[in-house]
C-alpha cells in the first residue's frame, strides 16, 4: 500500500503528516507507523460497518469465556457494528443475552445478529431514533416484554462531524451531536434505571478526545465531556442502590464511525500518534466492558477507563 499525499493549497486539504510511504506500506512523519487503513469516507452517520475496507476485527477467536455474564440481560445502544459489536459478542460469549439498539443500518445488524446465533446466543433488534424519548421507552419495554428483566445498559451510540473551526459548527449539528450523544442517555437511562435491580451495571462511552481536547471535534468533545460528568454524578447517586456506573474512553479505533466523520486523507494515519503508533481494533475494547458489567468490577463505580494505545495518561 503507498498512499502519497501532498498538501494542496487550492483545495486546502491537509496531509495530516503524511509525507510518503515505502514498499511495505510504512508511512514517515517524525516516527514510523504501519499504514492499515486506505483512504475512505461515507457521507452518512453514523456510518455502514459492512463497506468498510479492510472490516474491523470485532472477535477474538482466543478468547476464554468463564460465563461472567451467564443469565445477564444487556441493552447496547449502536450495537449493530464497531465498538458496539465487539461488546455485544464479547458479552454473548460470557453468556448474556443482549438487545441491539441501531438506528437504520439494518445490514450491519442483520449480520451481528447472524454471527451471535452462530456462537449459541440470544439478541434482539431493535431500530428507531434514540433521540426520541418514546423510543428509549420503547426500547425497555421490549426488552421487559421478551427477557423480563435489564442487568446491564451499554449507552454506546453517538455521531461526530469533523470541522475544521466553532464558526463551521451550525446551530443544526450543535443540536443533533448533543441531542444523540447525550440527550438518548438520558432518556434511555431513566427508564431503564426503574427496571434495574441492585448488582446491575450501567456503562457509558465518552472519548480520550474530551481528556485533550481534539481540535476539530468541538460539539462531539462537548458531548462526551457532559458523559464524564453524567457518569461521575450518577455513580454517586445510585452507590447506595449498589447500582455502578463508570464509563469507557476509547482512544482511534478502527470503526464506521472513523470514516463517517474524517476526510479520506485523515484515515492511514488514524490513530499513528499513540505510542503504539495504530488504531485500535474493536476486540481489544471488548473485555473492559466485560469487567465493568460482571461481578469483577463489584467494587469499581464512578470511573473512567482509557483504552487508547496510550495516546492519553490518567
Known amino acids: 500500500m503507498n498512499y502519497k499525499f501532498y498538501y494542496d493549497q487550492v483545495n486546502g486539504k491537509d496531509d495530516y503528516g503524511l509525507k510518503y510511504s515505502n514498499e511495505d506500506g510504512y508511512a514517515y512523519k517524525c516516527t514510523k507507523y504501519k499504514l492499515e487503513f486506505p483512504p475512505q469516507h461515507q457521507n452518512r452517520q453514523p456510518g455502514f460497518e459492512y463497506v468498510m475496507r479492510p ?20 441493552i447496547i445502544t449502536g450495537g449493530d457494528s464497531g465498538i458496539g459489536r465487539a461488546v455485544s459478542i464479547a458479552y454473548v460469549k460470557e453468556g448474556a443475552k443482549v438487545v441491539i439498539v441501531y438506528l437504520n443500518e439494518h445490514e450491519d445488524a442483520l449480520e451481528t445478529k447472524q454471527y451471535i446465533t452462530s456462537l449459541g446466543g440470544e439478541c434482539l433488534l431493535l431500530n428507531g431514533d434514540v433521540k426520541d424519548k ?127 466523520c474524517w476526510e479520506e486523507e485523515k484515515i492511514p494515519t488514524l490513530g499513528a500518534d499513540a505510542p503504539m503508533k495504530r488504531a485500535g481494533e474493536t476486540y481489544e475494547i471488548a473485555p473492559i466492558f466485560v469487567y465493568l458489567a460482571s461481578d469483577d468490577a463489584s467494587y469499581t463505580t464512578g470511573q473512567v477507563m482509557h483504552i487508547n494505545g496510550g495516546l492519553y495518561k490518567s
Do not use: H
Not at 472490516?55 to 444487556?74: H, M
Not at 431513566?190 to 471535534?217: C, D, Q, R, W
Open 55 to 74: 472490516r474491523p476485527i470485532f472477535d477474538n477467536p482466543n478468547y476464554k469465556a468463564a460465563g461472567k455474564l451467564k443469565d445477564k440481560v444487556a
Open 134 to 260: 418514546n423510543f428509549c421507552k420503547l426500547i425497555v419495554d421490549e426488552t421487559m416484554k421478551y427477557y423480563g428483566k435489564i442487568d446491564i445498559l451499554v449507552n454506546n451510540a453517538g455521531v461526530q462531524y469533523q470541522q475544521k473551526s466553532l464558526l463551521d459548527i451550525s446551530d443544526e449539528q450543535f443540536d443533533f451531536t448533543m441531542k444523540t450523544n447525550i440527550y438518548s442517555m438520558f432518556y434511555l437511562t431513566k427508564y431503564a434505571l426503574k427496571e434495574m435491580k441492585p448488582g446491575s451495571s450501567i456503562i457509558n462511552v465518552t472519548s480520550v478526545t474530551t481528556f485533550y481536547g481534539e481540535p476539530e471535534l468541538i460539539d462531539y468533545v462537548t458531548s462526551k465531556g457532559a458523559i464524564v460528568g453524567f457518569t461521575r454524578s450518577l455513580a454517586t447517586n445510585l452507590a447506595d442502590k449498589n447500582i455502578r456506573v463508570n464509563a469507557v474512553a476509547p482512544g482511534y479505533f478502527w470503526t464506521p464511525l472513523q470514516p463517517a
